[in-house]
């Protein structure tokens, strides 16, 4: 018959192998559970640090819009006095692009998504609807819907894809500027998107 501390595959006899096998578990878990930490916060720190920034910026747009520069992948905040909150974005992919005016003119927490036909047309195996906080929805934590269209700045499943040219015309962000932006923006914010 074995003891205890022999069954979880500790030598030793009788209690002090108890003892020895609880401590060296908790000390492995404590270990493991402190170094994932370390990392969840070293990525999540150095994904906040290379997210937004404050940067001069000129262009004669006036405090509040919000401008994307499609080919920096990145989109402005508009401070005033010479200033911007910079974010790095996903964009539209080639053909996908597009230029000009709009306003905000939804705001919506973690939203469900309905793939747009396009989408749909190309992948057909979406389903028609994606709840909001699923792990498979495209928008992320939030989305800001532009008038005239079916295009949004939104947040993503894909943090990765932040600064590539990805989407069929939406602006992506990560999750955390996404909800930074959501707060300082209201409805019939200017949005001008260029090149």
């Not at 170094?35 to 004669?60: D, K, N, P, W």
């Amino acid at each position: 018959m074995h003891g205890r501390g022999e069954e979880a595959g500790h030598s030793g006899s009788g209690d002090h192998g108890n003892i020895y096998g609880a401590v060296m578990t908790f000390h492995r878990w404590l270990a493991a559970s402190s170094a994932a930490f370390i990392l969840a916060m070293t990525v999540g720190a150095s994904q906040s640090a290379q997210a937004r920034e404050i940067v001069g910026f000129a262009g004669g747009y006036s405090a509040g819009t919000v401008v994307v520069k499609t080919g920096e992948r990145h989109l402005y905040y508009v401070l005033g006095n010479g200033k911007a909150i910079r974010y790095p974005v996903g964009v539209g992919r080639a053909g996908k692009q597009w230029t000009g005016t709009s306003i905000i003119d939804g705001k919506h927490l973690r939203p469900a998504w309905s793939p747009p036909a396009e989408v749909k047309r190309d992948k057909p195996s979406l389903p028609n609807v994606i709840a909001g906080g699923s792990g498979r929805n495209p928008m992320g934590a939030a989305a800001l819907t532009l008038s005239g269209g079916q295009y949004a700045i939104h947040g993503t499943n894909q943090p990765g894809s932040i600064g590539g040219f990805v989407s069929y015309g939406c602006i992506r962000m990560y999750n955390q500027d996404v909800l930074d932006l959501y707060n300082r923006v209201g409805f019939g914010t200017t949005v001008v998107v260029t090149r």
